[in-house]
Structures are given as structure tokens and as C-alpha cells.
């Protein structure tokens, strides 16, 4: 079993940057696709990026692409999202996913498990 963590989040002024991280105990990451996704109050869950275990190909929501660079921190055991020019409507909560097969993308039923999130407020 595979348990996630999210750490990073927190308050920034809109054009701030802020760098979330997904850790995992019970299995090594680098054996998961990992996808990031985020919530805003009222809303559905969406797909922001995606690191793919196979080739470390990664793919992102076009809302954020240009803005949001996912990786795979080796020395950490950790995925991570770093976000730049942050505006409000980035306002959500983020959550990391994990799956093990290499061809999940931006769906949340690809996903066999996940974080509690972290909150990420943008002010204007």
C-alpha cells in the first residue's frame, strides 16, 4: 500500500512561485506515474501535470503549462511540482496521485491513490 504526502503549499502574492512535494512510503515513486491535480472550493478536481514513470515523459493542463514544471527529485524520493507566476485562480487545494502503470495521464480514475492535498492560496 502506497501512502502519499503533500508538502510545500501555503500563501503567496499573485506572480509568486511556491514548490509542492509528494513523497511515498510503502514503494519507491520512481515505480508510479504521478500525476498532480488540484480543487478550488465549488469545483471539480482537475488535472494540472503528470510525470510518467516509463520514460519521465510529462504532460500538463494547458492552464498552467509554461508555468508548472513537474519532476522526479531522486535525492528527495520525491515528485514535485514547482509553480511559477502564480495567479489567483490557482487558489485550490493540490493533491499528488500515483499509479503503476505507465500510461496514466489526466483522469482521476487512472489514479490507484492519493494524498490529502495541500492548500495553495494565491492573493491578487
Known amino acids: 500500500q502506497v501512502q502519499l504526502v503533500e508538502s510545500g503549499g501555503g500563501l503567496v502574492q499573485a506572480r509568486g512561485s511556491l514548490r509542492l512535494s509528494c513523497a511515498a512510503s510503502?514503494?519507491?515513486?520512481?515505480?508510479?506515474?504521478t500525476g498532480w491535480f488540484r480543487q478550488a472550493p465549488g469545483k471539480e478536481r482537475e488535472f494540472v501535470a503528470v510525470i510518467r514513470w516509463s520514460d519521465e515523459s510529462t504532460y500538463y493542463a494547458d492552464s498552467v503549462k509554461g508555468r508548472f514544471t513537474v519532476s522526479r527529485e531522486n535525492a528527495k524520493s520525491t515528485v514535485d511540482l514547482r509553480m511559477n507566476s502564480l495567479k489567483p485562480e490557482d487558489t485550490a487545494v493540490y493533491y499528488c496521485a500515483a499509479s503503476p502503470r505507465s500510461w496514466s495521464g489526466p483522469r482521476p480514475d487512472d489514479y490507484d491513490y492519493w494524498g490529502q492535498g495541500t492548500q495553495v492560496t494565491v492573493s491578487s
Open positions: 510503502g514503494g519507491p515513486l520512481s515505480r508510479y506515474t
